[in-house]
């Protein structure tokens, strides 16, 4: 499966982003999804998760609260929404795709997106 995420840009604190991960080959209910972010010069964290029905999803402390991630299988489609963003939110975000549901080490993830940049302003 390929992965494309989208939605990425310069926002205000305090403001709203969209991450969007469109698949394509295999379709993504066969996956678990997740989203992680890199910032710079620190190591790859995990963000959120959802199973391949979207009927569970888990987060990181970091972002619960103010982020949803959401899946439509119908149109291979996962969504990171960002709400109340912070400063500290500013990385590159991929989206992934793995055989296994809600994981947080990125090395259970087989698929990678290219990533998309979000910087949060103060």
């Known amino acids: 499966v390929q992965l494309q995420a989208s939605g990425g840009g310069l926002v205000q604190a305090g403001g709203s982003l969209r991450l969007s991960c469109a698949a394509s080959?295999?379709?993504?209910?066969?996956?678990?999804m997740g989203w992680f972010r890199q910032a710079p010069g620190k190591e790859r964290e995990f963000v959120a998760a959802?199973?391949?029905?979207?009927?569970?999803?888990n987060y990181a402390d970091s972002v619960k609260g103010r982020f949803t991630i959401s899946r439509d299988n119908a149109k291979n489609t996962v969504v990171l929404q960002m709400n109340s963003l912070k400063p500290e939110d500013t990385a590159v975000y991929y989206c992934?795709?793995?055989?296994?549901?809600?994981?947080?080490?990125?090395?259970?993830?087989?698929?990678w997106g290219q990533g998309t940049q979000v910087t949060v302003s103060s």
């Open positions: 992934a795709a793995g055989p296994y549901g809600r994981q947080t080490d990125p090395r259970l993830y087989d698929h």
């Open positions: 080959g295999r379709t993504t209910s066969s996956y678990a």
């Open positions: 959802i199973t391949q029905t979207g009927g569970s999803t």
